[in-house]
């Protein structure tokens, strides 16, 4: 079946401009999160969605951030006034939502402020 | 502050040897680890993962142990194949028990399989 699907592979902006990324992540999943990977780092949470709670947003670097996820599928990560450390690979991955379950990877956006 | 640490950057080895992949944690409400693979321009794959009330999960060529008191964790592939060449990342939630199964990434270490 399909896997993650996230759009764009690739998005150069420049520093001061809005972006959004999207993540359709496997049908049926109730959990999806964000991560991103900056240069030379691991992956590093930023907000995870779980059916109808409310997200966990801990992971969010500043207020510029913000994700919605729209009846329970679709996901789009907004970051607002770009800077150039917001320069990363950015991951969405969805679960089964149920403790231990696996985490299934999209291929990430690259994002290259300048 | 590093939660999930692996402190080689990369590895080399020769096919057909075995690879030993390390990680390290602080954080003591960890109980569940996984290890990810990722090839350039992918998304991590998923390849095995351990709850801490195990010590020892294998599946094929890929075993991975766990040590609670020393906090340490380590992924062992044998035989090495060209193939597992990838960039291999440990991780670790608090998922088994917790509401929330956000992973926690350690910075990933570069395997390299000679042919």
């Known amino acids: 079946g399909a896997g993650v699907s996230q759009s764009p592979s690739n998005k150069v902006t420049e520093k001061g401009k809005d972006v959004e990324l999207r993540c359709d992540p496997i049908?049926?999943?109730?959990?999806l999160y964000w991560y991103r990977q900056s240069l030379g780092q691991g992956l590093e949470f930023l907000i995870y969605f779980q059916g109808n709670s409310a997200p966990d947003k801990s992971g969010l670097p500043s207020d510029r951030f913000s994700a919605e996820r729209t009846g329970g599928s679709v996901s789009t990560l907004t970051i607002q006034r770009t800077q150039q450390e917001d320069s990363a690979v950015y991951l969405c991955a969805s679960s089964l939502g149920q403790s231990g379950s696996e985490q299934y990877f999209g291929p990430g956006t690259r994002l290259t402020v300048t | 502050d590093q939660q999930v640490k692996q402190n080689s950057p990369s590895l080399s080895v020769q096919e057909g040897r075995i690879s030993i992949l390390n990680c390290d944690y602080t954080?003591?409400?960890?109980?569940?680890f996984l290890w990810y693979k990722k090839y350039p321009a992918e998304g991590p794959t998923f390849l095995i993962s351990?709850?801490?009330?195990?010590d020892k999960n294998e599946d094929g060529r890929f075993t991975v142990f766990l040590n609670k008191s020393a906090k340490h964790l380590s992924l062992h592939i044998v035989p090495s194949q060209p193939g597992d060449s990838a960039v291999y990342f440990c991780?670790?939630?608090?998922?088994?028990?917790?509401?929330?199964?956000?992973?926690?990434f350690g910075k990933g270490i570069t395997l390299s399989v000679r042919p």
């Open positions: 954080n003591s409400m960890f109980d569940y």
């Open positions: 351990i709850s801490s009330i195990k």
């Open positions: 991780a670790a939630s608090e998922g088994v028990t917790g509401a929330n199964s956000k992973l926690t």
């Open positions: 049908s049926g999943h109730t959990a």
